[in-house]
C-alpha cells in the first residue's frame, strides 16, 4: 500500500515538475518580461537593472530551479495587465470557480445517475428515447451555445434568472460565497446547468450501460428467484455495482469541469479563474498563463491520484497485484 | 507501333468501370443508402461546404466590402426590406452587414480553420503513431507519455495555451494576418493525440503480420514499409476519427473564436459572428445571432453524424 502510493506520488512529482518546466519556458522566452513590465519611456540603464534584479542573467537551470521555488511557496510573479500579483489574483477568483465546479458536479451526478437508473430500467419506453436523443443533441452542441440558449430563454424571454455576474456574495474573511444570498443562488443557476449538461450526459449513459450490463448477471437473476421487491433489487443490489466506474469518471472528470468553467465564465461573465485566463490569453499576459497551467495541472494531478488511491483501496484485484511487485 | 501506347488503355478503363461497380455493390454503399440519418447529414454537410467554397460567387453581398455597405441597412429583420430599400433574406447586423453572406464567409473561414486543423493533426498523429509502434522501445515510451499527458487535459485548454504561447512569440504587426495559421497550428496541435494513439495500437498488430515480415526480409527500407504497406491497412480508423475530429475542430474553432482569442474581427468564423451577435440578444436582434447559431451547429452535427456512420460501416463487428 505505502510503496504504491509512493510511487503514484512519484510519478505526481515528475508530472508537476514537467508541467512547471513548461510553464518556465513561457513565462520566461514568451514575450520579453522586462519591457512589458518597464513601459515605453525607459532607459537601457533601467533594463539592464530589472534584469539584473529579476535575476535574468543567471544561468538557466538556476533560473527554473527558482521558478520552482517561487511556485512553491505561491510566487508567480506580477500580472502585467492587472498590476497586482498573480497569486492574489487567482486566490481572489478562485472561490468562484469552485462554488461553479461544485454546483454544476452536484447536478450531474444526482440527474445523471436517476436518468441513468430510469432509462435503464426503462429501455423501451417513449420516455427513454426522448432522453437519449436530447443526451445526444446536448453533446454536440457546443458550450457556448447552450449558454446563451439558456440565457435567451430565463433571462431575455421569462426574465426569471439573471444572466451575468455572481449575484451578492458574503465575505467570510478567507472564502467570498455566493450560496448565502438569494441573488447570489438565483445567479449560480444558469452557469452551473451549462457547465453540468456535459458530465451530466456523460453519468447518465455510463450508469445506463453499466445498470443494463448488471441486470443481466446470475446474482441479479438469483435475486429475482428468491422473490425480492424490485426495488430492493435495483437498488439494493444492482446499483450499489455500478457506482464504481460512476465515482471514477466523475473525480477525474471535475479537472475538465475546471478547464470547461473556462467557456461558462466568459459566456456568463463569471468573476473565476477561467476567464481570468481567457482575458489573459487574449492580451498575453505571461505571468497570469504560466500559474494558471501549473494550478489546472496541480488539480488534474490531484484528483488522478486521489482516484487511483480510491481504486486501490475498492479493488481488492489491484492490491494482489501491487504485491506480486507488479 | 502508333497503336502501342494506346492498347494497355483498354483494359484500364474496363477496370476503372468494374471498380466502381464493385463499389457500388460494396458495404459502404449499401450501409449508407440503408441508413436515412446519413443521407440527410450528408447532404446537409454537403450543402454548407458548397455554401463556403463558393461564396464569393454565390453571395448575395460582400459583406467586407466597406464601399458595398450602408449604414441605413442596420438592423434589417429576415425576411424584410431595409430603411435604403434592399432586401435580406437573413436581416442584417447593426453595421448592415447582409447576415446570409456574413454567415456563408464564416463558414468559409470555420471550414477552413478546420479542415486544416485536422489535416495537421492527422498527418502530425500518423506519423508519429506509426513510428511509436513500428519502432516501439524508447521511441514508443516517449511519444506515447506525452500523447497521454495530452489526452489527460481537454483540448481546448491546450490550444487556448498554445494560442497564447504562440501569440506571445509574434511580433504584434503581424499577429493580424498570422492569427488563422496560430489558430490551426493551436487546434491540429491539440488533437494529433487521438490520431497517435489509434495508428499505433494497428500498426503493433499489422508489424506482426506476415506481409511485413516478408517486406522486412527482401531488405524494404522501414520507410516505404511503412507508408506502402502499413499505412493502407490502418488507414480506416484514420478516416473515421478525422471525420469525427473535424467536427470537433470546427466547434473547437468556434469556442475560441467566441472566447475573443481566435481569428480578428476583420474575417470573422461563425463564433465570432456568434460572440457579435451575443451582444443584440437583449435588444431583440435574434437574428444576427440566432442564423449562424444554427449553421455551426447544423454544421457539426451533419459532420459527427458523418463520422458516426463511417464507424459503424467501416467496423465488421458492429453488423
Do not use: C
Not at chain 1, 514537467?18 to 533594463?47: C, E, K, N, W
Amino acid at each position: 500500500m505505502l510503496a504504491f502510493i509512493a510511487r503514484r506520488l512519484f510519478q505526481s512529482v515528475i508530472v508537476m515538475l514537467a508541467v512547471a518546466f513548461i510553464a518556465f519556458m513561457v513565462f520566461r522566452y514568451v514575450g520579453d518580461p522586462v519591457s512589458s513590465m518597464l513601459g515605453q519611456d525607459s532607459t537601457l540603464a533601467d533594463h539592464a537593472a530589472l534584469r539584473e534584479r529579476l535575476g535574468l542573467n543567471e544561468p538557466f537551470y538556476i533560473q527554473f530551479f527558482s521558478f520552482v521555488g517561487n511556485a512553491l511557496q505561491g510566487q508567480f510573479g506580477i500580472s502585467y495587465r492587472l498590476q497586482q500579483p498573480v497569486s492574489q489574483l487567482i486566490m481572489e477568483r478562485l472561490p468562484a470557480t469552485i462554488e461553479l465546479a461544485f454546483a454544476s458536479a452536484s447536478i450531474a451526478l444526482v440527474l445523471g445517475v436517476v436518468l441513468g437508473i430510469y432509462t435503464a430500467l426503462r429501455p423501451r419506453a417513449f420516455s427513454t428515447g426522448v432522453i437519449m436523443t436530447a443526451s445526444l443533441i446536448g453533446v454536440s452542441l457546443p458550450t457556448f451555445l447552450i449558454g446563451i440558449g439558456l440565457i435567451y430563454v430565463f433571462a431575455v424571454e421569462l426574465k426569471v434568472l439573471p444572466s451575468f455576474g455572481r449575484g451578492e456574495v458574503v465575505d467570510l474573511g478567507w472564502w467570498r460565497t455566493g450560496f448565502l444570498t438569494e441573488s447570489g443562488l438565483r445567479s449560480i443557476i444558469l452557469p452551473a446547468i451549462t457547465l453540468s449538461l456535459f458530465q451530466l450526459t456523460l453519468i447518465m449513459r455510463l450508469v445506463r450501460a453499466e445498470m443494463l450490463e448488471v441486470l443481466r448477471t446470475d446474482y441479479i437473476r438469483f435475486a429475482k428467484a428468491r422473490g425480492l421487491s424490485q426495488r430492493a433489487i435495483n437498488f439494493g443490489h444492482a446499483l450499489k455495482n455500478t457506482m464504481v466506474p460512476v465515482i471514477t469518471i466523475t473525480g477525474l472528470q471535475l479537472g475538465s469541469v475546471i478547464a470547461f468553467a473556462i467557456i461558462t465564465e466568459t459566456v456568463f461573465q463569471w468573476p473565476g479563474v477561467g476567464s481570468l485566463f481567457v482575458n489573459s490569453v487574449a492580451v498575453v499576459d505571461v505571468p497570469v498563463m504560466a500559474a494558471y497551467l501549473v494550478f489546472v495541472a496541480l488539480v488534474f494531478v490531484v484528483i488522478n491520484l486521489i482516484v487511483d488511491i480510491l481504486y486501490f483501496i475498492v479493488d481488492p484485484r489491484l492490491r494482489d497485484g501491487a504485491k506480486s511487485g507488479r | 507501333m502508333t497503336d502501342l501506347p494506346h492498347s494497355p488503355e483498354q483494359p484500364v478503363v474496363a477496370a476503372k468501370t468494374s471498380r466502381w461497380r464493385t463499389f457500388l455493390k460494396s458495404d459502404i454503399v449499401w450501409s449508407y443508402r440503408h441508413s436515412p440519418v446519413t443521407i440527410v447529414a450528408s447532404i446537409v454537410a454537403l450543402v454548407l461546404i458548397l455554401m463556403a467554397v463558393l461564396a464569393p460567387w454565390i453571395a448575395p453581398y460582400n459583406p467586407f466590402n466597406p464601399a458595398t455597405l450602408n449604414l441605413m441597412d442596420g438592423f434589417t429583420p429576415p425576411n424584410s426590406n431595409s430603411f435604403a430599400g434592399s432586401y435580406f433574406i437573413l436581416g442584417t447586423d447593426n453595421q448592415g452587414r447582409d447576415v446570409l453572406s456574413t454567415i456563408m464567409y464564416g463558414s468559409r473561414v470555420s471550414l477552413f480553420v478546420g479542415f486544416s486543423a485536422t489535416l495537421f493533426a492527422m498527418v502530425m498523429g500518423v506519423g508519429l503513431g506509426l513510428v511509436a509502434g513500428y519502432l516501439g522501445g524508447i521511441w514508443d515510451a516517449v511519444i506515447m507519455r506525452v500523447a497521454d499527458v495530452q489526452l489527460s487535459f481537454p483540448a481546448i485548454l491546450i490550444a487556448l495555451l498554445i494560442f497564447g504561447v504562440a501569440r506571445g512569440l509574434i511580433p504584434p504587426n503581424q499577429q493580424e494576418g498570422a492569427a488563422i495559421w496560430v489558430l490551426i497550428l493551436a487546434i491540429g496541435l491539440a488533437n494529433w493525440a487521438q490520431f497517435a494513439r489509434t495508428v499505433r495500437g494497428a500498426t503493433m498488430v499489422e508489424r506482426q503480420k506476415d506481409y511485413v515480415s516478408a517486406a522486412r526480409i527482401l531488405g524494404v527500407n522501414p520507410f516505404i514499409i511503412l507508408l506502402r504497406h502499413v499505412l493502407p491497412n490502418v488507414m480506416g480508423p484514420v478516416l473515421v476519427i478525422g471525420t469525427i475530429g473535424l467536427a470537433l475542430a470546427i466547434i473547437e474553432e468556434a469556442t475560441l473564436s467566441y472566447l475573443g482569442v481566435g481569428v480578428p474581427p476583420t474575417q470573422p468564423s461563425l463564433g465570432t459572428l456568434i460572440r457579435i451577435g451575443q451582444q443584440f440578444l437583449f435588444s431583440g436582434e435574434w437574428w444576427i445571432l440566432l442564423f449562424p447559431a444554427v449553421t455551426l451547429v447544423l454544421l457539426a452535427l451533419s459532420v459527427n453524424l458523418l463520422g458516426d456512420w463511417l464507424r459503424d460501416a467501416l467496423n465488421p463487428k458492429l453488423r
